[in-house]
C-alpha cells in the first residue's frame, strides 16, 4: 500500500476516486473495511455500525471513521469536531471530495 502526503488533497482524492486503501506518513488512511469506531459520537456510531453490511470504504484519522463510502448512501462525512489534526483530515477529505465533485451527506 502506498503512503500518501494531505499536502496535496489530489492525492488523497485519487485514493477516493478508486476506493483505493492508502496511507499517509500520519494519522489518515483509507481502506476498505471497518476497524472500529473510534472516538465516534453515539448516533454516528450507531448508524455506522447499523450499515457495517453497505459500508465498502472508510476513511480513518487515528482511530476514528471520519468519513466512509455506502454503497447505496454514496459519501458520509460527519459534521463532528475532534482534534486539530483530525479537523485538518477532515478539511482534506471534504476538499478531495468537492475536487471530485462528489456529493457526500452531513
Known sequence: MATITTRHYTQVALKLRFLTPFRTHG???????????????????????????????????YQTPIAWHDKESGWIVPDESY????????????????????????
Not at 469506531?37 to 453497505?54: E, I, K, Q, S
Not at 489534526?85 to 478539511?91: E, W
Open 83 to 106: 482534534s486539530v489534526t483530525t479537523s485538518r483530515h477532515q478539511g482534506t477529505v471534504r476538499a478531495a471530495l468537492t475536487y471530485l465533485d462528489l456529493d457526500y451527506a452531513e
Open 27 to 61: 494519522a489518515l488512511r483509507g481502506d476498505t473495511f471497518a476497524y472500529g469506531t473510534g472516538r465516534l459520537p453515539a448516533d454516528w456510531r450507531n448508524t455506522f455500525t447499523a450499515r457495517n453490511g453497505v459500508i465498502d470504504y472508510v476513511i480513518y484519522s
